[in-house]
């Protein structure tokens, strides 16, 4: 016969296993600013457009804005640009676009941030940061590229500067963007310890050639000359989801 600590358990155990565990769904969120995530990504034969249509739908109604761009070149066909408080909102939409038949050929993961180099900013300015509202109005060209400061050993380290010449060298890269005011809309995500990069940088632009010539001049900076490092770039046209899926032969 089972002595009454062994009976108590056992019953623990049969409870244990028996009962299926309860998924987590509490928010899982940043302590300031938002989850940001990227995904470029090419039909399937049979995608079903009302099924994307319907996840798009549904992460927006869970509090996340949606972006969608007809991409260019052989990378990607799609590309889906979410941001919102609750990163399992953007997990589950990733899960439903796959479902319904995109398949995701690259992505990128990060948060909206302001930089430590940012930190006297009005306070209007540090929650466009934080809380953008996308796309913005009049700019259908748009591109995306990850990028790190170089700290490679024996090389031009931005890590080994002080602090007050990084500053110095961010003022004059944040002037060289200024330039492009109107025409340019910067949106500079943080990625350090969630990918590959340390930034994730979406351009949105009146037209094409405002973010090639955004880009380039940026690049004369010393902030980029000396110390940058890019990844791929991804361009593409932004559209409602729609447009977007009919433009790349989905109906």
């Known amino acids: 016969m089972a002595r009454p600590g062994q009976v108590r358990t056992l019953r623990k155990l049969r409870a244990v296993t028996s009962e299926p565990p309860t998924p987590d769904d509490s928010p899982l969120s940043p302590r300031t600013g938002w989850g940001v995530l990227h995904l470029f990504c090419k039909p399937r034969p049979g995608a079903e457009v009302r099924s994307l249509l319907g996840a ?43 479902t319904g038949g995109l398949d995701v050929v690259d992505s990128y993961v990060s948060l909206t941030e302001v930089s430590e180099y940012a930190a006297g900013a009005p ?81 949105f632009g009146v037209h094409p050639d405002d973010l090639k010539d955004c880009v380039y001049a940026m690049r004369f900076d010393e902030a980029s000359t000396r110390y940058g490092e890019f990844g791929p770039f991804y361009t593409g046209i932004v559209g409602e989801p729609a447009e977007v899926l009919s433009g790349v032969g989905l109906r």
């Open 56 to 98: 798009i739908d549904a992460a927006r109604k869970d509090g996340c804005q949606v972006v969608t761009a007809a991409m260019l070149g052989h990378k990607a066909d799609v590309c889906v640009l979410a941001l919102g408080p609750n990163l399992r909102v953007l997990r589950r939409l990733q899960t439903e676009l796959q």
């Open 123 to 203: 306070e209007e300015m540090r929650r466009a940061r934080l809380y953008p509202k996308l796309p913005p109005d009049g700019m259908a060209a748009m591109c995306f590229y990850p990028m790190s400061k170089r700290r490679a050993p024996g090389a031009e380290n931005w890590y080994a500067l002080s602090f007050e010449d990084r500053m110095e060298l961010m003022r004059g890269h944040g002037s060289a963007g200024r330039d492009f005011r109107g025409r340019v809309l910067q949106l500079v995500t943080g990625s350090a310890g969630l990918d590959d990069w340390e930034w994730g940088v979406t351009l």
